[in-house]
């Protein structure tokens, strides 16, 4: 693997100077360092172009137009966001919304740092894999912003309350039983969901609700519910 340069932005001078030191003998160099985002914009015009910007994130709002920018001036850098250990997924959000390509947590370990910015090179999004867990699980504090967005009214009523579910932690069973439907139908809308979303699987559903406003109390639009043979079909008639 050919030598990559990195700028890092931190506000802390001895957390940058330790990972300097805990990146050497490796591909990855730090040559660029910055106190801030608006320096960093700033240093991003020496002669020195990094690869990859290892940002510390508050998901401020400043944070997040800062975030943007780097992004559009300087679309081939690959943003690698380091936050503080928290639970709170929509920071994450926050923080792919704005153009990161991952999110690592401060306590990470040289080795899973190094192979992160591997992936993220490799053009994978990377995030810590406890906090997926803890989103599927429900367990995780969500903050979430306080308008739902607009792209909710894409969706019926019934993708809404399978969003209400996944934001629960709630497994196939459960939502069926909760919304008095079959499995097979969880299923067939959990699917529609998904593919107008362009989600992936539960968990990237579950971000995209948060980021778009949805959470366990959101209130749901009132609308005209269709007969019940529908929902009846999509569970093959059970």
Not at 54 to 60: M, N
Not at 138 to 166: K, W
Not at 167 to 181: E, S
């Amino acid at each position: 693997m050919q030598n990559v340069d990195i700028l890092l932005i931190d506000a802390n001078k001895l957390f940058r100077e330790g990972l300097k030191r805990l990146l050497d003998n490796s591909p990855f160099s730090i040559s660029v360092e910055a106190d801030s985002l608006t320096e960093g914009l700033e240093r991003m015009t020496t002669a020195v172009q990094p690869k990859v910007a290892l940002v510390e994130f508050d998901a401020g709002n400043d944070d997040v137009q800062q975030l943007h920018t780097l992004r559009e001036k300087y679309p081939d850098l690959k943003l690698v966001v380091l936050a503080a250990t928290t639970r709170n997924i929509h920071h994450l959000a926050r923080c792919f919304e704005a153009g990161a390509d991952a999110y690592l947590l401060k306590n990470i370990s040289p080795d899973a740092l190094k192979q992160s910015l591997k992936l993220v090179l490799l053009g994978e999004k990377v995030f810590p894999t406890r906090l997926a867990a803890l989103l599927v699980s429900g367990q995780v504090e969500t903050h979430r912003p306080p308008a739902a967005s607009a792209d909710l009214e894409g969706l019926s009523e019934r993708e809404l309350q399978i969003l209400r579910c996944l934001l629960n932690g709630h497994p196939n069973k459960v939502i069926a039983k909760k919304l008095n439907i079959t499995e097979a139908t969880v299923k067939v809308h959990l699917k529609g969901v998904l593919k107008k979303i362009n989600a992936a699987n539960r968990t990237q559903a579950a971000i995209w609700a948060l980021n778009n406003g949805l959470s366990s109390d959101t209130p749901l639009p009132v609308r005209s519910r269709r007969p019940a043979a529908t929902e009846l079909e999509l569970g093959h008639g059970v």
